[in-house]
């Protein structure tokens, strides 16, 4: 499994478009991208999953650069309710794997 | 939109009881996975489960661990004997067969304190 680095931490203000940047240099051709968003004491929630180029969903962005060593997470507009934890996963994507969570970034949006 | 289940919320047992914790996972989905997450640290991978049996398991799932799935809706992680470092929030997650484009779906867990 390709492991990721991504900050620790990150603050930012309400209404502002945050973007959480993960490396992952040494990704292999099948792996894909996912991002998950865990709040304090509760189970992570999937965000977005991307291979390559730009996948935008109703929350979030993924872009991809074409070397795919690296991809960001945009969180356009935060709320208070954005903070939380956010995780980069790296992985194949088969139905059976599992998932390898590192120590994320933990967001906290001030008022 | 679908939901993963589990029960209990929260689950306070002595050191050496046994302790089941139950799921229900998204009816349609066939892979099934039990994680845990000690206070300030990182989500672990405990097993993965498929068509009735164990496909893969980590260092951590020893034989005090066991999963199960008994009526065809829900999955229970067992631990026999319980030690004081099992304290940790234990989450079951799902996912479907072509469900590759949402990920996986988490239930909220179990806070699991042995004392």
């Known amino acids: 499994l390709a492991k990721t680095t991504q900050p620790i931490s990150m603050d930012s203000y309400e209404g502002q478009e945050v973007n959480i940047t993960c490396s992952h240099n040494?990704?292999?051709?099948?792996?894909?991208i996912t991002w998950y968003q865990q709040f304090p004491s509760q189970g992570p929630r999937f965000i977005i999953q991307?291979?390559?180029t730009k996948v935008t969903n109703e929350v979030a962005s993924l872009f991809i650069p074409a070397d795919r060593k690296s991809s960001t997470l945009s969180l356009p507009r935060v709320s208070l309710s954005d903070t939380a934890v956010y995780y980069c996963?790296?992985?194949?994507?088969?139905?059976?794997?599992?998932?390898?969570f590192g120590t994320g970034t933990r967001l906290t949006i001030i008022p | 939109e679908p939901e993963v289940t589990q029960t209990p919320s929260h689950q306070v047992t002595q050191m050496g009881q046994e302790v089941i914790l139950r799921c229900v996972p998204i009816?349609?989905?066939?892979?099934f996975y039990w994680y845990r997450q000690i206070l300030g640290q990182k989500v672990e991978f405990l097993v993965s489960?498929?068509?009735?049996?164990?496909?893969?398991k980590s260092e951590i799932f020893d034989d005090q661990f066991s999963v199960e799935r008994p009526d065809g809706s829900n999955f229970t992680l067992k631990i026999r004997s319980t030690k004081l470092e099992d304290s940790a929030m234990y989450f079951c997650?799902?996912?479907?067969?072509?469900?590759?484009?949402?990920?996986?779906?988490f239930g909220s867990g179990t806070r699991l304190t042995v004392v």
């Open positions: 997650a799902s996912r479907g067969v072509r469900d590759f484009e949402f990920g996986y779906t």
């Open positions: 040494n990704i292999a051709t099948n792996d894909y």
């Open positions: 991307g291979y390559k």
């Open positions: 996963l790296v992985g194949e994507d088969f139905g059976n794997e599992k998932l390898t």
């Open positions: 009816s349609n989905h066939l892979y």
């Open positions: 489960f498929y068509n009735n049996e164990i496909s893969e």
